[in-house]
């Protein structure tokens, strides 16, 4: 089966996010000064084949922790949906 | 017999030719490290220098981690042999396990860990060096930290753009001097 893999990369509470406190101190200078706790986080995506939702979950789950994700100062949240088509294998 | 030190260069590091400089000039050999390397060639101490490894994609010092020399620098780690991280360096060493704790971004780059890590490393006197004027926001003020047998050390300063009074200071010898004395009894052990 072939899954939709989007995975969102978050500051944990607490750890510093320069390019959020940027943006947000920098908007109050287009007028708009109703805006508060501004966060800039990463979203990857990937295509990936396995043989059941839990396997990709799983699977994708151990990208995050090894890779993606830096546990110590980073959280993930996960989102797989089946998508129609071959195998990953198949494509070009 | 002088001591042979390693510097590791990923794509994108920049500061191995600095760091090669200043090994020379305390009188010490140096030898740069191709992050496909599969061994360390043998020497005696190993420096990981500052840059932008891997253009710091995804996070920093997270694809260099997987890069084959650094199996052979924690090999050498785990035999005793002396690792300093510098700046980006230490990332890397961070994100591949030989030290504790994250890099977070900052206005600089600031050391964070979680407090059972930050105490351990207080108690255990493994926080080597702190900042007189805390550039960056790190916790506790933390410069450099090392590991719990002492022989891998992580910092964010450049010791080697302080290894010449000609470049503003030479506050960074000491520290230098030290890896090559480390360096040096490694040779002298492995005759």
Redesign the interface.
């Known amino acids: 089966m072939r899954f939709a893999v989007r995975v969102d990369v978050t ?1 944990l509470p607490g ?5 959020g406190a940027t943006v947000e101190r920098s908007l109050p200078a287009l007028g708009y000064d109703n805006v508060a706790d501004v966060s800039i986080a990463k979203t990857i995506r990937l295509v990936l084949d396995a043989p059941s939702p839990d396997a990709a979950r799983k699977q994708v789950d151990d990208m995050c922790e090894r ?2 994700a ?1 546990p ?3 959280r993930y949240t996960v989102e797989i949906e089946p998508r129609d088509g071959g195998s990953v294998s198949d494509t070009p | 017999m002088s001591a042979r030190v390693g510097v590791v260069v990923f794509p994108g590091t920049n500061c191995e030719l600095d760091v090669v400089w200043a090994v020379e000039h305390l009188g010490g050999e140096a030898e740069l490290l191709w992050h496909g390397d599969e061994s360390v060639h043998g020497v005696d101490a190993v420096v990981v220098p500052g840059g932008f490894a891997h253009g710091d994609y ?2 920093t010092g ?1 694809i260099a981690r ?1 890069s084959p020399v650094m199996n052979a620098v924690a090999e050498h780690a785990a035999s005793g042999g002396v690792v300093l991280g510098i700046c980006n360096g230490f990332q890397v060493l ?2 591949a396990g030989l030290l504790p ?2 890099l ?4 600089g780059l ?1 050391f ?3 407090t059972v890590t930050l105490e351990q490393l207080r108690d255990e006197d493994r926080v080597i060096l702190r900042y007189v004027d805390n550039p960056n ?1 790190s916790i506790d003020d933390i410069a450099g930290i090392t590991s719990p047998a002492g022989n891998v050390v992580g910092l964010m300063p450049h010791p080697e753009r302080a290894s010449d009074l000609l470049l503003g200071s030479d506050d960074g010898v000491v520290l230098l001097q030290s890896l090559l004395a480390a360096a040096a009894d490694r040779a002298a052990a492995r005759v």
């Open positions: 500051h750890v510093l996010d320069p390019q890779l993606l830096n110590v100062i980073e | 995804l996070r997270a997987f961070t994100e704790g994250a977070q971004k900052n206005a600031a964070v860990c979680d926001g």
